[in-house]
């Protein structure tokens, strides 16, 4: 399979632990998006990287959370201390340069804040 | 702000009944507009997309027609199937082509 791949598919964790979820993107793709979904609504934009360089930031995105994306492959979004508030699903996606608007998700990582 | 509006759904059909959720948006500029679609236990996946205004996307029986005049994109098939049951999302990408902006989705249920 040579999809966008997410690791681990769900997580269950207690208040104020940290967490980190993985992003495979499709091996030529050259930007990687980060977005939330809540229950009943649309996808929510985080942040999203061209090869390494992390150019936008979601005002969603507090201080707690973090995501990298070192030698423009795989990406991590850490969450910290994490809140009831955090659970959601994380989809992670990929695109090339030039296809505006085609991104390829994954099937996501679900978040469950005890 | 971009912004997506969705008909709150589910919407449920018969099986070969006509289809059609509305979609507006809220840009500056002239974004690119798509419509995904998210099947049970499956990721999203883009169904069909229109650049500018006029433009008509299609897909497997579906059609939307970019309206700027009405800021509209209203997804539409003729004879639906169970198959087709699902939620789907409309979405927006900016004039910087930085980031999709959705809408909150509209669940389809198509009963046989």
């Known amino acids: 399979d040579t999809g966008v791949s997410q690791d681990p598919r769900h997580k269950i964790t207690k208040r104020g632990q940290n967490v980190t979820f993985r992003c495979d993107p499709i091996?030529?793709?050259?930007?990687l998006y980060w977005y939330r979904q809540t229950l009943g609504q649309g996808p929510e934009f985080l942040t999203y990287?061209?090869?390494?360089?992390?150019?936008?930031k979601s005002r969603l995105l507090s201080d707690r959370f973090s995501a990298e994306r070192p030698k423009g492959s795989f990406s991590t979004l850490e969450i910290q201390r994490t809140e009831q508030g955090d659970s959601a699903m994380y989809l992670c996606?990929?695109?090339?340069?030039?296809?505006?608007?085609?991104?390829?998700f994954g099937e996501g990582s679900r978040l469950t804040v005890l | 702000g971009d912004s997506v509006t969705q008909m709150e759904g589910p919407v449920t059909l018969s099986e070969e009944a006509f289809l059609t959720i509305n979609c507006t948006y809220t840009?500056?500029?002239?974004?690119?507009l798509f419509w995904y679609v998210q099947y049970p236990g499956e990721g999203l996946q883009l169904l069909l997309k229109?650049?500018?205004?006029?433009d008509k996307g299609s897909n497997k029986g579906f059609e939307a027609t970019y309206r700027k005049e009405t800021t509209s994109f209203h997804l539409e098939k003729g004879s639906v199937q169970v198959s087709d049951s699902a939620v789907y999302f409309c979405?927006?990408?900016?004039?910087?082509?930085?980031?999709?902006?959705f809408g909150g989705g509209t669940r389809l249920m198509v009963k046989p």
């Open positions: 996606a990929s695109s090339l340069i030039g296809y505006t608007g085609e991104l390829f």
């Open positions: 091996s030529e793709h050259n930007r």
């Open positions: 990287f061209q090869n390494e360089a992390q150019l936008e």
């Open positions: 840009a500056t500029g002239y974004p690119s």
């Open positions: 229109a650049t500018k205004a006029d």
């Open positions: 979405a927006l990408m900016d004039n910087a082509g930085n980031m999709l902006t």
